[in-house]
C-alpha cells in the first residue's frame, strides 16, 4: 500500500459459493491478479460487495468480509 499505480488484471469466476460462519450464499467470484498479489473478490447478485480474501506477503490468509454479512450472523439472519 504504497499509493503506486500497479497493473491488474480481472477475471470472472462464475457464481460460487461464498461462506463466512454459518452464512452461506452463492456469490460472483473474481480474482484480481496483480504484479505480487492475486485477491478473491466476492459480489452478491445484486452487485453488493461481500468480501476479499488474499494471500500476505508472509504467507498468511487476509480476508474481510461485508459488516452487513457480520449483522446477519449476529441477528441470526440468512444472507440472501
Not at 66 to 76: A, E, F, K
Amino acid at each position: 500500500q504504497t499509493g503506486q499505480y500497479e497493473t491488474t488484471s480481472l477475471t470472472p469466476l462464475g457464481k460460487q459459493p461464498f461462506t463466512f460462519g454459518a452464512i452461506s450464499t452463492l456469490a460472483n467470484k473474481f480474482i484480481l491478479n496483480t504484479e505480487r498479489f492475486e485477491i478473491e473478490l466476492w459480489y452478491s447478485s445484486e452487485g453488493e460487495w461481500l468480501g476479499l480474501q488474499s494471500i500476505t506477503e508472509s504467507g498468511g490468509i487476509l480476508r474481510y468480509v461485508s459488516t452487513n454479512l457480520v449483522d446477519s450472523i449476529r441477528t441470526g439472519k440468512k444472507q440472501s
